[in-house]
């Protein structure tokens, strides 16, 4: 069993920074890949960036390339997501989740791979 704890979202005004992190509990955290969702009230939950076991690998969606960077410490057991330049539309519910199985970037955005995942962290951007 692993335990996902996100922390690091907040308000901020458009144009701003923030640093989300998940820290994880359970010995094998180093072995899995790590994947960052967020998701709006009434919408579906939606992919934003996953990592690979070593962080040799990332994966982004389009509207958060060049702005978002999703990294990794094994030692720390924690994943991390810096955001910047933030949008207004960059406002939702951040998660992070686990997923046991090897990288496989045709599936690391579909939210049914992950087995497990943190309780949320509330991101907001003002215009």
């Known amino acids: 069993q692993v335990q996902l704890v996100e922390s690091g979202g907040g308000l901020v005004q458009a144009g701003g920074s923030l640093r989300l992190s998940c820290t994880a509990s359970?010995?094998?955290?180093?072995?899995?890949?790590m994947g960052w969702f967020r998701q709006v009230q009434g919408k579906e939950r939606e992919f934003v960036a996953a990592?690979?076991?070593?962080?040799?690998?990332?994966y982004y969606v389009d509207s958060v390339k060049g702005r978002f960077t999703v990294s990794r410490d094994n030692a720390k057991n924690t994943v991390y997501l810096q955001m910047n330049s933030l949008k207004p539309e960059d406002t939702a519910v951040y998660y992070c989740a686990a997923d046991q199985r090897s990288w496989n970037s045709d599936v690391v955005p579909n939210s049914y791979e992950y087995d497990y995942w943190g309780q949320g962290t509330q991101v907001t951007v003002s215009a």
């Open positions: 990592i690979s076991w070593s962080g040799s690998i990332t």
């Open positions: 359970g010995r094998t955290f180093s072995r899995y890949t």
